[in-house]
Nanobody
């Protein structure tokens, strides 16, 4: 049972990235999924979440209108499309199975010119 994130990197302010989280070892379509982030010296915060079949999404106010969470249950993958990135979006991004404590290892996103 694991979650593996990918897609992080260095991007200029105003740029875009798409993060992916590949799930294995469990029935992916039965679980809501979430993206969190943790910036240096700050607590981990919820960025976005999506219901098991993708019909419901929620976002932190700080990313609403810029980030989009989605999922492809045929590929056991959840995505986070991040547009109009800001330096304050710099953090390690983690995916998580919403209802319990299964976390991925994280992927670094750095927004800097």
């Amino acid at each position: 049972v694991q979650l593996v994130e990918s897609g992080g990197g260095l991007v200029q302010p105003g740029g875009s990235l798409r993060l992916s989280c590949a799930a294995s070892g469990f029935t992916f379509s039965s679980y809501g999924m979430s993206w969190y982030r943790q910036a240096p010296g700050k607590e981990r915060e919820l960025v976005a979440s999506i219901s098991s079949l993708g019909g419901s999404t929620n976002y932190a106010d700080s990313v609403k209108g810029r980030f989009t969470i989605s999922r492809d249950n045929s590929k056991n993958t959840v995505y986070l499309q991040m547009n109009r990135l800001k330096p304050e979006d710099t953090a390690v991004y983690y995916c998580k199975r919403t209802r319990d404590t299964l976390w991925g290892q994280g992927t670094q996103v750095t927004v800097s010119s």
